[in-house]
Structure formats: C-alpha cells, structure tokens
C-alpha cells in the first residue's frame, strides 16, 4: 500500500520529542535522550567548514560533511521508533524532519512522498527552507558551484534507508546556496539511481594522505599485532602507571626472568602473561595457564609435577603434570599463594634446579620451563603469616610488576571500549553505534571494582542485547543499575519553546502538600491525569499509557474502571 502525505502531519505534536531536551546547567551539558549535544555558532562551523575544505578539498570535505549528518542520521532513527513505536511508516519518517527542525538545522517543507515499507517502494521530493549550510556559503564563503547542503543530504539518507529496511540515496537537485531560486532534494532506493555505487562512496571514510604514511601504518600495525594476538587487550591504553607497567612487561619478554604479576582480579593478568611468552623466544612452544585456586589441594601436586601409576588410589596411569606439558615455554601460575606447602617446595625445586618429581614417582626429570606468577594478595603478608615460603617468595619476586585497576585508569576507557565493541561486533555478527553519551558518562563515574573482566563482560552483554545499527543503552550494559535521574537543576524545553525549571513540572513535596491540604482524593488524581494524558494524545490508548508510564493493559482497565462500563471499546 502507497501512503501519500497528508499537510497535517507538517503540525503532528512534537511534545514528545521537545520533552527529551534536558539542560544541566551546573554541569555544563544538555541532553537530548540519551545524547549529548552541544550548541555551536554559525560563524564557528562556517571557519571549520572553510579550513576543511582549504586543507583537503571540496571532495574530501563534502565526504566528512555527509558522514558527520549520516551518523545523526542513524541515531535519530533509532530514537525515534523507540519513541513512537505505534506510528503509521508516515509519522514514523517524519520524525526524522521534526528532528532536524527541532536542532535547527532546516525547515522541511514536503512536496511528495510516497512511502510502502513492505514493498520498499519510496518516493519523496521535499524542499529544504533556511537551510544553516546555505546560510554559511552564502555569508561566510560566498557562492559555490554544486549543492551545498551536504551533512543534512547525508542524514537524510541514513534516517531514511534506517527506517526503511534499505538503502535510500537523497540527492540535491537545487540549491540556493549555488545560485537556484529553492533547495529541492529527491529521495528513492539505491537501484533507482543510475550513479548509486559513485554516491554511495561519500560515505566511506577515506584516508587523507595515505602515500606518505602508509609505511608508518604498517610498522604500527606489526608493533599492535602481537599485543593485540587472539583479541587480547595487553598495551591498549596511554595512562601513566599502565604505560609504565607495560614498559617493564616489554623488557621482561626479552629475557629469560621469573615474571610476578601483582594486581587486583581482572586487571588481566593472564593476558599480560601470554603477551610475554609471545613475545619471547618461547613462543612457538606452548603456553599453560593455571589458575591454583581452582584445583582441590589435594590434587595440586599430581596436577602441577605429573603422577606415577599406583601413587594413590585412582592413579591407575602415570600422566604428566604441567610443567612437563610446558617444557621448552611459559606456565602461567594464577593465585600462586593458594599453593600447598608441598607444592611450594616443589615449585622451588624446579625454579631452582630445572627439574621435578613425579608423585609417587623417584626419578627426577628436566625441565626448561619460564614461569609466570601471579596473585592478587600481599605475598609479603603470607610470608608473615606463615602461609608462603619466603625463600619461594625471593625467588619469584625477582621481576614483580604492578598492574593499575581499571578505576586508576579511566582516561583508557575509550580505547578499551573500541576494542571490545570491535571483537564483539565480530563475533556476534553485528554492527551497534556505540555506546550513548548517557552510557559513557555513567561508566567514566562507575568504579569498575571488576576491573577490565568486568568491563568486557558489560561491553558483551550491551553487544547482545542491542539490535544493529542502534546505540547501546545504559540499560543494556547493566541490568541492576538505574541511570541517575538527573541533578535538581536540570531544565525542560516543551513544545512551545519555553524551558520549565524541573520545580514546575516534577513531583515536590510543596504540592503534595497541597493537595493533601485541600483533602483531594487519590482517584479524583488519577481520574484527571487519566483525562488529561488522553485529551493530549488524541484518545490514543497506547500514547497515553506511555505518558503516564504504564503498560497500554494497565491503563485501559482503569478507563474501563472510570467508565463504569467494562465492555467499553478501547481500540
């Protein structure tokens, strides 16, 4: 079915959408959902546009300028079937328009448009009034020779194909900022478009000079490519103590040292540890991680230093142990303050002689293995308690280095996230937009007391439960946690354009009291808010249920209730 449009939805109520603009005005920052925006100058963006396009072309320019709106594009789509998920496929693509009006980027004015999202036919011609890139040519740069209009061009391709389920390419037909009398742009699918594949290209990212640093990219893609072996995260971080940490990780790989890991769970021991062993020149023999606090003690020894048959009951094989597995590399000993006493003289038998017994066994056997301990417990305190051989200690003391929980280093909370985002996208087959602006802020201010583990738990739960092309939530990333509801000096902007201060339009214990005072009833409340969500809805059951945060269910049985009539129709 072909849905023309209809001049009214031009007027559609934008309550909703003006109701997400907050203003945190001890903080600096105004959101929009869960996106922080900003307010610019005109003449700013006109100088940044302008230097641009001085240093890399109009080509280049006009590329970024279209990725800058395809992006917004894409964020603005998934607010608004959030938003408005019991829209007709009109109302719901002329939020986009609304959206754009509402940012102040430009009037939309609708000539035609055809829209069949099962089919996928669409068709539209819009006129684009006031537009601000025309604004700043044509006071700041002076007349050009193509359409100027190019980050509202790249967004509306991006909130269109986002709702539409295909690529949808806009072009410019006319445009002021060129000389014409209006800008007019038409918009249908990609294969409708004899030049789609030429077009489509001003949507991926090109790199400006690649000549000249296609060498320096190479050589820091092979420092990364052992860091960064399997997925794993060893050097992705510019913070002071991690930098300083990674500095002696590097020199230790070199050499033959007894390496001792110090941190708190999670600061990702292992993965420093196998990033030594690849880096050594025990790499292509093999790599055993032992985490002791999970093996029974009684087993420990026969896990660790192999078995000899008949040595207990159940040895009916003899079998090697860890370390006669890791002969010729690294084993990797986690929590090695959980050792028992026998264990620790063993281990410092083969940390001092190079070589071990069997239980139950009396032949001695060679072994050339590195090893790599780690704990999260003072072992200078075990020594003290009597819990830790100290002469074990010394030996693995050696080379100890300290790793920073994450919450010492936040400034690496970007790169890190990258780097999840990417191994999750690929291993879930799926392309999120990245985290909120809400979500960032809520984990630069999280203590993280999981450490890194914990962040790339959160980071894949926020993977799975977020569709494509869509931001991941705070929601998403913690189940247990509610995002702050925001400071007391918050501010609205509402339909009308004023900005309410959040005394006029949230619950004060002032009014409760009033209300108490003047002896109004409980359902005498809910009747009028009732009536009142429903007049600004239009009768509309489902949009008045989310007005008043109830399920579309809830709030029909009290319609029904104040109706007094329970077969009343509410579809």
Known sequence: MTIEFEPKLNHVDIQDLTSLIQFES????IWFGEQRILFMQLPALAAFRRELVNSIGVERAKGFFMRLGYQGGLRDA?????????????????????LHSLRGMVKNRPIKIEIDKESGHFYGELEW????????????????DEPACWSLLGYACAYTSAIMGREII???????GCGDERCLIVGKPANEWEDAGEFSRYFTAEPIIEELYSLQSQVKSLRSSLARHQGQYYGIGDSPDYKNACKKIDKAAQSKVSVLLLGETGVGKE???????LRSDRAEQAFIAVNCAAIPQELIEAELFGVEKGAFTGANHSRPG???????????????????????????????????????????????????????????????????????FYRLNVFPVQIPPLRNRLDDLPLLVEHFLAKFHSDYSKRTLGLSDKSWRFIKNYSWPGNIRELENVIERGVILTDNHETIS??????SVTPE???????????????????????????????????????????????????????????????????????????????????????
């Open 26 to 29: 001890t903080e600096g920052k």
């Open 170 to 176: 806009f072009r410019e037909v006319s445009c002021r």
């Open 322 to 392: 860890r370390f006669e597995r890791a002969h010729g590399g690294t084993i990797f000993l986690d929590e090695v303050v959980e050792l028992t006493p026998r264990a620790q003289a063993s281990l410092l038998r083969v940390l001092q002689e190079s070589e071990l017994e069997r239980v139950g066994g009396v032949n001695t056997r060679k072994v050339d293995v590195r090893v790599i301990a780690a704990t999260n417990e003072s072992l200078e305190q075990a020594v003290k308690d009597g819990k830790f051989r100290a002469d074990l």
């Open 78 to 98: 998934e607010m608004a079937r959030r938003l408005r998920p019991d829209c007709d496929d009109m109302a719901l693509f002329w939020t986009g328009p609304q």
């Open 474 to 479: 705070l929601e998403s990333l913690f189940a």
């Open 485 to 571: 509801s925001g400071n007391t000096d918050d501010t609205h902007v509402y339909s009308d354009g004023q900005v309410v201060k959040p005394s006029n339009i949230k619950t004060t214990e002032g009014w409760v009291d009033t209300l108490i005072n003047q002896q109004i009833g409980l359902d005498s409340i809910e009747e009028q808010l009732i009536n009142r969500a429903m007049a600004m809805t239009n009768d509309n059951v489902s949009a008045a249920a989310r007005l008043l945060n109830l399920t579309r269910p809830a709030l029909a049985y009290r319609l029904k209730k104040l109706s007094g009539n329970d077969s009343t129709d509410l579809n």
């Open 129 to 144: 009034v006031d537009s601000w890139e025309v604004e700043i040519v044509q006071t700041e740069l002076g007349q050009i």
């Open 271 to 277: 993965v420093i540890a196998r990033s030594v062993h």
